[in-house]
């Protein structure tokens, strides 16, 4: 049998982490104890590799068919049009597959599509003459906010341990320095760089709300993830 100190419980596992706090166990290990777990009955029907299929498919004969009906219909000089269905049809197909047909954290959904539509929008906007620029001035530091922000309501509406997001929080910041960077270096012009700013002050207020309010939960966190 083994014990937590934080916790002030004896726990029958083989398991070398206390499954309520994380924290290193102490004792030694019993050769003789059988880990016992009650059946997993899930709550939702679980989506067959048949629907995934299908919609891999159907993505896939999609951009095909309008990549090439672009690629023969183009006339010399003339811009191409197919990265815009495309780019939509793809998003579609992640967000589906990501968003919806996955167990994955909601944080981690929001956090993964969020940066997908960033790349695809940029690569997008490439692709049109005349209106480059867009995607990387406005679309990104304002996608980076509004995923900030939507995690941020759901640990509030949701009443979600706000530990378990504290690393999604963190890597929105890290997200959030970049249009700085590029703010910095020139590549944004300072007349257009209010969307940066705004996305890095926001990201900086939600974490700094976090370190005044929650600073043990952080603490507790930083051990459990790097097991301290």
Known sequence: MKHCDKCNVDVKTRFKYCPLCHQVLQGEDDPNITEVYPECIPSHREVLPITKKILLFVTTVSIATLFFVNLFTRQPGEQW??????????????????????????????????????????????????????????????????????????????????RDYIVYLLTILVFSLVPLVLVWARVIPEAVAWPSIASFGAAMFILLVIIFFFPKSIKEEIRKRFHL
């Open 81 to 162: 049009w197919s990265p815009i269905p495309i780019g939509a049809i793809l998003y579609f197909w992640l967000l589906v597959r990501y968003g919806i047909l996955t167990k994955q954290n909601i944080a981690f959904r929001i956090a993964f599509l969020t940066t997908v539509l960033i790349l695809i929008l940029n690569g997008v906007d490439g692709f049109i003459d005349g209106q480059q620029g867009w995607a990387l001035y406005y679309v990104t530091p304002l996608a980076l906010l509004a995923c900030n922000l939507a995690i941020s309501f759901i640990i509030w509406i949701k009443r979600i341990n706000h």
